[in-house]
C-alpha cells in the first residue's frame, strides 16, 4: 500500500483557470507536507510546505492540509502554461527525516 | 547562496563496474538525503545524514550501495557492480535541521 498517493494524470487545465491537485497520506503521523514541482528532465523544485490544518498562500499557490481527512491538496490560481509540469507531493512519514513521495500528478495548462 | 550540487551531471558505465556519485549540500545545512528516481517513476528514499548521528540507511536496496559523508559536508554515495536495473536519477537533498529539502540537479546513471 503506497503511503502518499496522488492521481498520475494528466491534469488539463486551460491558461488563466484553477488548477486542484490532490494527495492522501496514509500515516496519521505524518506532520509535514511538501508539494515540489518537477520539470521534465530537471530535479524536483520546493514550492510549498505545510505544517499546520488549514490553507497557506504563496502567490498564486494555496497548500490546504486536513489531517482528519489525511489530505493534502495544492491549488494554482491563474494558470500559466509555465505552470505544466509534474507536480510531487510529499509527507513526513514518522521518522524525523525521511520523505515519502508520491508518484506525482502531470499538469498541462493548455492555451 | 548557491544551491545543491552534484557531480558528475552524467555517468555512463559498463555492468558490473563501481561508481561513485557526490553531492555538495547549501552551506550550513546539517542533513543530506539521496534518492533514486528511476524514469518515468516516483522518488525512492536511499539514505539520510543528520550531523553526526548515525546514518539511516533503511532504503539501499541492496548491500552494493553505500554513502559517506564528512562532517556537515560533502557525500560520496557509491554502487560497487553495477547492474542495469542500477540505471535511474540519483539525486541528492539537503535541508537545514529537518525540514524543506533542497535538491540538487541529480546525476544521470546509465549502466550497459
Known amino acids: 500500500q503506497k503511503e502518499v498517493e496522488q492521481n498520475s494524470g494528466p491534469l488539463s487545465v486551460p491558461e488563466g483557470a484553477i488548477a486542484s491537485l490532490n494527495c492522501t497520506y496514509s500515516?496519521?503521523?505524518?506532520?509535514?507536507f511538501f508539494w515540489y514541482r518537477q520539470y521534465s528532465g530537471k530535479s524536483p523544485e520546493l514550492i510549498m510546505s505545510?505544517?499546520?490544518?488549514g490553507d497557506k498562500e504563496d502567490g498564486r499557490f494555496t497548500a490546504q492540509l486536513n489531517k482528519a481527512s489525511q489530505y493534502v491538496s495544492l491549488l494554482i490560481r491563474d494558470s500559466q502554461p509555465s505552470d505544466s509540469a509534474t507536480y510531487l507531493c510529499?509527507?513526513?512519514?514518522?521518522?524525523?527525516?525521511?520523505?515519502?513521495f508520491g508518484t506525482g500528478t502531470r499538469l498541462q495548462v493548455t492555451l | 547562496g548557491a544551491g545543491v550540487s552534484q557531480s558528475p551531471s552524467n555517468k555512463v558505465t559498463e555492468k558490473g563496474k563501481d561508481v561513485e556519485l557526490r553531492c555538495d549540500p547549501i552551506?550550513?545545512?546539517?542533513?543530506l538525503y539521496w534518492y533514486r528516481q528511476r524514469l518515468g517513476q516516483g522518488l525512492e528514499f536511499l539514505i539520510y545524514?543528520?550531523?553526526?548521528?548515525?546514518?539511516?540507511k533503511s532504503g539501499l536496496p541492496s548491500d552494493r550501495f553505500s554513502a559517506e559523508r564528512t562532517g556537515e559536508s560533502v557525500s560520496t554515495l557509491t554502487i560497487q557492480r553495477t547492474q542495469q536495473e542500477d540505471s535511474a536519477v540519483y539525486l541528492c537533498?539537503?535541508?537545514?535541521?529537518?525540514?524543506?529539502?533542497?535538491f540538487g540537479p541529480g546525476t544521470r546513471l546509465t549502466v550497459t
Open positions: 500515516d496519521r503521523v505524518s506532520q509535514s
Open positions: 545524514f543528520q550531523g553526526n548521528s548515525a546514518p539511516d
Open positions: 537533498a539537503s535541508s537545514l535541521m529537518n525540514y524543506e529539502q533542497y
Open positions: 505545510i505544517y499546520s490544518n
Open positions: 510529499a509527507a513526513n512519514t514518522g521518522t524525523a527525516s525521511k520523505l515519502t
Open positions: 552551506s550550513g545545512h546539517t542533513a
